[in-house]
């Protein structure tokens, strides 16, 4: 079966850098990505990574390994407001997008 | 303004009822998605529309039924529901299924 692992919660302080993972198993794979969703509201597109590496926007990074199947989230300069559920998602060999669970994101000041 | 809208944003259904979530974009996108969305689940694929006029199924189909007539709108029907249909019913639209996807803001759904 496809699988998405993610861990269900972390905390991490303002101003600090914290590290959200996520591991798959799919059938194929053709790109990752990572959404915010704060509490009661939609979900919104952070980034997305097809290859291997790091892709870097702003305060946040996206890392890519396909020979492990994983990827993390990096959150750099926290503020209050990165306080929300982080979604990984990976589109599979039918181009469907299959969601992990979510890691919800306590910052505490 | 553009993007993706849902209606309505709550309902509270009697089991058994019909009931239509709507969802309209105007983003010109092709690929329209219905999602539920549970405590402890990620987010679970019910139907999915690449294209006008073409609708597929998704991970948890049973229970619903979509139609896409044309680019914009793709409404979600709940043919006779049941409690276990309770959950945020999200639509979502992407250009094509090699990019990212919008989501409306989601309508709350509760079968009593």
């Known amino acids: 079966g496809q699988n998405i692992d993610q861990p269900t919660e972390m905390t991490a302080t303002e101003g600090a850098i914290v590290q959200i993972n996520c591991t798959y198993q799919?059938?194929?794979?053709?790109?990752l990505f990572w959404y915010q969703q704060h509490a009661g509201e939609a979900p919104t597109f952070l980034s997305y990574?097809?290859l291997d590496g790091l892709e870097e926007k702003g305060r946040f990074s996206s890392f890519l390994s396909r020979s492990k199947g994983y990827s993390y989230l990096l959150l750099k300069e926290l503020q209050m407001k990165d306080s929300a559920s982080y979604l990984c998602?990976?589109?599979?060999?039918?181009?469907?997008?299959?969601w992990g669970a979510g890691t919800k994101l306590i910052i505490k000041p | 303004i553009a993007g993706i809208t849902q209606a309505p944003t709550s309902q509270i259904l009697a089991a058994g009822r019909r009931m239509t979530l709507r969802c309209t974009q105007d983003?010109?996108?092709?690929?329209m998605y219905w999602y539920r969305q549970d405590l402890g689940l990620g987010l679970r694929l019910i139907h999915y529309?690449?294209?006008?006029?073409?609708?597929g199924k998704g991970e948890v189909p049973d229970g619903y039924s979509v139609s896409r007539a044309n680019t914009d709108d793709f409404p979600l029907t709940l043919a006779s529901a049941v409690p276990s249909q309770t959950s945020v019913y999200f639509c979502?639209?992407?250009?094509?299924?090699?990019?990212?996807?919008?989501f409306g803001q989601g309508t709350r759904l509760t079968v009593v």
């Open positions: 979502a639209s992407s250009d094509n299924s090699n990019t990212e996807a919008f």
């Open positions: 990574n097809v």
């Open positions: 998602a990976v589109r599979d060999s039918n181009y469907q997008l299959i």
């Open positions: 983003m010109r996108h092709n690929a």
């Open positions: 529309s690449n294209t006008a006029g073409t609708t």
């Open positions: 799919t059938s194929g794979f053709n790109g």
